[in-house]
Nanobody, 129 residues
Framework: QVQLVESGGGLVQAGGSLRLSCAAS????????MGWFRQAPGKEREFAAG????????RYTDSVKGRFTISRDNAKTTVYLQMNSLKPEDTAVYYC??????????????????????WGQGTQVTITS
């Protein structure tokens, strides 16, 4: 089992950058694929980015490609989401999620809520125009 705690959210002007962090508990972080989802007011939670347990595969939703970068540091048991060229439509609560490689494989990256078993509490990102 893994516990996830997000940080790094805040209020930023359009065009700015933020880096979100998700710290995971436990010494088996390297055996989990990780994902970032987001939920805007009045909308369903959606996939933003994911990284495989091996770290060798990443996946992004089309709207963030070229602007967001997901990475992981297994030594620090942390996954990051670097967000550049932010837009007002990126405003949302951002959630970190994890799934064990037994379920997703070492190189698989899920893009559905049902692919993930563990979730953080979320961090608010607000982009002003």
């Amino acid at each position: 089992q893994v516990q996830l705690v997000e940080s790094g959210g805040g209020l930023v002007q359009a065009g700015g950058s933020l880096r979100l962090s998700c710290a995971a508990s436990g010494r088996t972080f390297g055996t989990y694929g990780m994902g970032w989802f987001r939920q805007a007011p009045g909308k369903e939670r959606e996939f933003a980015a994911g990284i495989s347990g091996s770290g060798g595969t990443t996946r992004y939703t089309d709207s963030v490609k070229g602007r967001f970068t997901i990475s992981r540091d297994n030594a620090k048991t942390t996954v990051y989401l670097q967000m550049n060229s932010l837009k007002p439509e990126d405003t949302a609560v951002y959630y970190c999620a994890a799934v064990h490689v037994i379920k997703m494989g070492w190189d698989g990256v899920g893009n559905r809520i049902a692919n993930y078993d563990y979730w953080g509490q979320g961090t608010q990102v607000t982009i002003t125009s």
